[in-house]
């Protein structure tokens, strides 16, 4: 297997990162957080979450309505303008219109041959990079227009966000899967504060016992409102918050995400922070998402995509989702 040389770039930012001072890293943070505001965020962003939220009181037949618009768009531009379609349904003839006679596009496939799958309308260098490492460990990189982004944080913020009394703008923090600090290190910090984004990001590498109590002193020290992250990490800050007896992290909600959230860490995790969790599926692709309401049940995102199960009516099977942002 190859290595990109962006791969290579990128490994080699991050080293040239880990050695900076404490400091020096909160300020290259921000300043990253600084371009991603920029491209999530526009100064429409209420107008789109009024929107977004105007929607959920829709009934079945307005959503039916608003999808087959989207949809049908997407698909006449697909055809028409991405040359990897093109090409097939110029060899297939008809019936590109209707979403069932679409091959199922898989990542092998895009990962192969990514640039016969960008319509020949954009320009590449005004999309927007992303990278997924993927839920079966195949990566992937993504480029989007900024519209698209946009869109996507707009519902995030609706949905991730606003059900659950917080919004943009409030401190929050982030346990993720980058590495702040070199692995050997001991001594905190392994966090980052990104003034730009509001957003102290804590490194999940870190998070051993004999270090939750630094990673609790750093929430309470930075006033966050809310926390987001893998629900393994999660409730390894919640036990170590109940060992201590530490009363004094409280927050308005715990947003978990990646992975499945068990029913011990959802307990433990509410008990430790004083308020409700809250599980959510998402994917870098941007074509399909849910939230969890008051009730404990995950709603997909209608506006984001066109979701199906590749199996027998009731039964498991492959999620496929065409994204409509």
Same mark, same amino acid.
């Given at each position: 297997?190859?290595?990109?040389?962006?791969?290579?770039?990128?490994?080699?930012?991050?080293? *040239?990162?880990?050695?900076l001072?404490?400091?020096?890293?909160?300020?290259?943070?921000?300043?990253?957080?600084?371009?991603?505001?920029?491209?999530?965020?526009?100064?429409?962003?209420?107008?789109r979450?009024?929107q977004?939220?105007?929607?959920?009181?829709?009934?079945?037949?307005?959503?039916?309505?608003w999808?087959?618009?989207?949809l049908?768009?997407?698909?006449?531009? &697909?055809?028409?303008?991405?040359? &990897?379609?093109?090409?097939?349904?110029?060899?297939?003839g008809?019936?590109?219109?209707?979403?069932?006679?679409?091959?199922v596009?898989?990542?092998?496939?895009?990962?192969?041959? &990514?640039?016969n799958?960008?319509?020949?309308?954009?320009?590449?260098?005004?999309?927007?990079?992303? #990278?997924?490492?993927?839920?079966?460990?195949?990566?992937?990189?993504?480029?989007?227009?900024?519209?698209?982004?946009?869109?996507?944080?707009? =519902?995030?913020? *609706?949905?991730?966000?606003?059900?659950?009394?917080?919004?943009?703008?409030?401190?929050? +923090?982030?346990?993720? +899967?980058?590495l702040?600090?070199?692995?050997?290190?001991?001594?905190?910090?392994?966090?980052?504060?990104?003034?730009?984004?509001?957003?102290?990001?804590?490194?999940?590498?870190?998070?051993?016992?004999d270090?939750?109590?630094?990673?609790?002193?750093?929430?309470v020290?930075?006033?966050?409102?809310?926390?987001?992250?893998?629900?393994?990490?999660?409730?390894?800050?919640?036990?170590?918050?109940?060992?201590?007896?530490?009363?004094?992290?409280? =927050?308005e909600?715990?947003?978990?995400?990646?992975?499945?959230?068990? @029913? #011990?860490?959802?307990?433990?995790?509410s008990?430790?922070?004083?308020?409700?969790?809250?599980?959510?599926?998402?994917?870098? @692709?941007?074509v399909?998402?849910?939230?969890?309401?008051?009730? +404990?049940?995950?709603?997909?995102?209608?506006? &984001?995509?066109v979701?199906?199960?590749?199996?027998?009516?009731? @039964?498991?099977?492959?999620?496929?989702?065409?994204?409509?942002?």
């Amino acid at each position: 297997m190859t290595t990109s040389p962006q791969s290579v770039a990128l490994n080699l930012a991050g080293a *040239a990162y880990r050695r900076l001072p404490p400091r020096a890293r909160s300020v290259a943070a921000t300043v990253r957080g600084a371009q991603l505001r920029r491209q999530r965020y526009g100064a429409d962003l209420e107008q789109r979450v009024e929107q977004i939220l105007e929607r959920e009181h829709w009934r079945p037949e307005q959503w039916q309505r608003w999808q087959d618009a989207r949809l049908g768009e997407l698909l006449e531009r &697909a055809r028409h303008r991405v040359p &990897a379609y093109r090409g097939y349904w110029d060899r297939a003839g008809g019936g590109w219109d209707r979403l069932e006679n679409w091959p199922v596009l898989e990542k092998a496939e895009l990962r192969r041959d &990514a640039r016969n799958y960008l319509a020949d309308d954009v320009t590449p260098w005004r999309l927007v990079h992303d #990278h997924t490492s993927g839920t079966t460990g195949a990566s992937l990189d993504l480029w989007l227009q900024r519209e698209t982004v946009r869109s996507w944080y707009a =519902l995030a913020e *609706a949905r991730w966000r606003r059900w659950y009394g917080v919004r943009h703008g409030d401190r929050w +923090g982030m346990v993720g +899967g980058q590495l702040v600090a070199p692995v050997e290190r001991r001594v905190p910090p392994f966090w980052v504060w990104n003034a730009a984004l509001r957003q102290l990001y804590m490194s999940s590498y870190h998070l051993a016992p004999d270090l939750v109590d630094a990673y609790l002193d750093a929430i309470v020290a930075k006033r966050l409102r809310f926390l987001v992250g893998y629900p393994s990490s999660l409730h390894a800050l919640a036990l170590g918050a109940i060992r201590s007896g530490r009363s004094d992290v409280r =927050l308005e909600v715990v947003i978990a995400n990646a992975e499945p959230l068990y @029913e #011990h860490q959802r307990t433990a995790i509410s008990e430790a922070f004083g308020c409700p969790v809250r599980e959510t599926y998402g994917m870098a @692709e941007a074509v399909a998402a849910a939230s969890e309401c008051e009730q +404990g049940r995950l709603h997909l995102w209608p506006d &984001a995509g066109v979701a199906e199960v590749d199996g027998p009516d009731g @039964e498991p099977g492959d999620l496929i989702a065409t994204g409509l942002t």
